[in-house]
């Protein structure tokens, strides 16, 4: 259980288009999503916590106008990054927290998509 | 604030060996520490949480963890190696109480050797 589907896997799109990848908890309800940026052999560094129906809280220095995110429902999130250019080329990985059960405490583990990778040329 | 320092970018290890990752937190509140590990070009998985329950933490794939308060360490072993073990492994930390930003250390990078 707690899967978290990742689409695309990876992308390829020119520089000043942009480029929408989604995250959908498949088997449960996800309270929160996250995002993440992953570089070559570095850790994962927050991007932004998305709550279903509201708006998105974006981490210190990331351009909430560049990273569009957009949580419709409780088991999708979408991150669009506009107007890309080769510098946003990474590893994107979501991550979903799944509502307690019934009147149960939060569970805080996340549980990871597969990432989806971007380049930008 | 909260920090977790893993101590060794890369540990290599035999095959049947034991298997220690080192973790070190920093919290001003009661945290909740996790252990994940990322296979290349994946996501991440959780292999085991400790919330403030049972220090000694089993996860899957036999691996375990101790929380030590007084040492402010969560360290990570398995007493056998595998080859499938390879992979990067990162120690986690968040406030206690879900639904906590979650802040991650630098992983770990478990070699095993034949």
């Known amino acids: 259980g707690a899967v978290v589907s990742q689409h695309p896997s990876w992308v390829i799109c020119k520089s000043g288009t942009s480029v929408k990848i989604e995250c959908r908890s498949l088997d449960f309800q996800a309270t929160t999503m996250f995002w993440y940026r992953q570089f070559p052999k570095q850790s994962l560094m927050l991007m932004a916590t998305?709550?279903?129906?509201?708006?998105?809280?974006?981490e210190q220095g990331v351009e909430k106008d560049k990273f569009l995110i957009n949580h419709a429902s409780l088991t999708l999130s979408t991150l669009t990054v506009t107007s890309a250019h080769p510098e946003d080329s990474s590893f994107y990985i979501c991550s979903a927290t799944p509502l307690p059960s019934g009147r149960g405490p939060p569970r805080p583990e996340q549980y990871f998509g597969p990432g989806t990778r971007l380049t930008v040329t | 604030a909260q920090s977790v320092t893993q101590l060794g970018s890369h540990v290599s290890v035999s095959e049947g060996a034991l298997v220690l990752l080192r973790c070190n937190y920093s919290s001003s509140v009661p945290p909740y520490l996790f252990w994940y590990v990322q296979y290349p070009n994946q996501g991440l998985q959780l292999l085991l949480k400790?919330?403030?329950?049972?220090?000694l933490v089993k996860g899957i794939n036999g691996f375990e963890a101790e929380f030590k308060k007084s040492e402010t360490s969560f360290h990570l072993t398995k007493p056998s190696a595998h080859m499938s073990d390879a992979a990067e492994y990162f120690c986690a930390v968040s406030k206690a109480g879900g639904y906590q930003k979650v802040t991650f250390g630098t992983g770990t990078k478990l070699q095993v050797i034949p």
């Open positions: 400790y919330t403030s329950a049972a220090t």
């Open positions: 998305s709550n279903e129906g509201s708006k998105a809280t974006y």
